[in-house]
């Protein structure tokens, strides 16, 4: 599914680029740094009652390659690529024999997000500024690393969006940016039981772009 989005996007650039003669292509690379909020729960055997919740919040650093096209009225489309990991959350709790079916230990799991691919518009604020306002589509895939006896959740694919201000010192921009990712649903596969997780995702952080 990620490679035909991908696929549609990039005939996206192509008709902007034959469509709008002045058209300029930028590239770039940016660093970005921010806080990751998490807010799930776990449960055992579909019962609400083996309800396991946990709210996340984790400080992520990161960088993004990026090319966009640019109209002669400063409407730009892009698309940026994160090619890092970012850990959106991470925990673990100790089971004894008498409440856990596999038997006493310490459960362990942790969620990054992976792939990151961003397809955006920025536009200009107001005439005769540098101020600009961006929003974006994500698309990128959960995946998750964990400690149990004999079960594991595998990794999922979700979209999310961005909302984003900034200003425009030409090669140099600077923005604030807001990020929400849909709900994620992860079902464990193997072991006795039944375990699901529940979890959504938001982020806010700064970004610094530089281009060629």
Known sequence: MKNNIIAFISSLFLIFSITSLKAEMNYGFSLMAGQANTSGHELENGAATDKNSADIEETF???????????????????DYVPLEVEIGDGSRKDTAAVAENGSGTRKASASLEDLVTVYASFPLN?????????????????????????????????????????????????IFYSDFEDVSLTASGGSGSHKIEADADALGVKISFSF
């Open 61 to 79: 650093f990161g960088g993004s390659i990026f090319v966009e096209f640019e109209g002669a009225n400063g409407v730009a489309l892009g698309l």
């Open 127 to 175: 005439v005769g500024t540098d101020l600009y306002g961006k929003i974006g589509y994500h698309m990128v895939e959960v995946t998750t690393s964990e400690t149990l006896p004999n079960a594991s959740y595998g990794n999922d694919d979700i979209t999310g969006y961005q909302l984003a201000v900034g200003k425009d010192y030409g090669n140099f921009k600077g923005e």
